[in-house]
């Protein structure tokens, strides 16, 4: 199964709204989990099963999604935001989508 | 609290041979199924390989089939993953991850290693 994120890079302000998608090459219900990684840090699980918050991880973060088209939405993008994100399907084995690097405008 | 060592990397000439380990503690480690993951310089995470919480099933990426064994000692909480013939495009940093459940199906990592540096060159 392949995953498929959009958009690659991302520029944002602090404060901004922002949504990051992710599409499967097929079905895969809600079998989906995200992560974000700080530049040279190991990643950290923020939603799993689509839109369920990993615990510890603020409320700004939210997934939505099933089938084959997820989002991953932060509300209100704060400092720590600016990251890479990456979506993961667990339907079949694993597989990473190719990141999306949130950046400052 | 959970945590994940890893050890092992370092420069190793193609193909040559390195073994990593990640040391486990925190949980009960037999009952979780375990990865590892690697991220070569500037770009994605790739999965490698995911081992059982026995240890009795195994999955490996196709990159790396052939070449690599993942293994586990449930007594000493601990993780390998041996590496042969190694390729240039192996370099990268290789984490260890726990997974939720102990098949390898299914599974989200809710827990990493810090990573440790793999580097095939001559």
């Known amino acids: 199964i392949q995953m498929t994120q959009s958009p690659s890079t991302l520029s944002a302000s602090v404060g901004d709204r922002v949504n990051i998608t992710c599409r499967a090459s097929q079905n895969i219900d809600s079998w989906l989990a995200w992560y974000r990684q700080k530049p040279g840090k190991a990643p950290n699980l923020l939603i799993y099963k689509a839109s369920n918050l990993e615990s510890g991880v603020p409320s700004r973060f939210s997934g939505s999604g099933s089938g084959a088209e997820f989002t991953l939405t932060i509300s209100s993008l704060q400092p720590e935001d600016f990251a890479t994100y990456y979506c993961?399907?667990?339907?079949?084995?694993?597989?990473f989508g190719q990141g999306t690097k949130v950046e400052m405008k | 609290e959970v945590q994940l060592v890893e050890s092992g990397g370092g420069l190793a000439q193609p193909g040559g041979s390195l073994r990593l380990s990640c040391a486990a503690s925190?949980?009960?480690?037999?009952?979780?199924?375990m990865t590892w993951v690697r991220q070569a310089p500037g770009k994605g995470l790739e999965r490698v390989s995911v081992?059982?919480?026995?240890?009795?099933?195994?999955f490996y990426a196709d990159s790396v089939k052939g070449r690599f064994t993942i293994s586990r000692d449930n007594f000493n909480n601990t993780l390998y993953i041996e590496m042969n013939n190694l390729r240039a495009e192996d370099t990268a940093v290789y984490f260890c991850a726990k997974g939720v459940r102990q098949l390898v199906n299914w599974n989200w990592f809710d827990s990493w290693g810090q990573g440790t540096l793999v580097a095939v060159s001559s």
């Open positions: 993961q399907q667990y339907v079949s084995y694993y597989t």
């Open positions: 081992i059982s919480g026995s240890g009795g099933i195994t």
């Open positions: 925190g949980f009960t480690f037999k009952n979780y199924a």
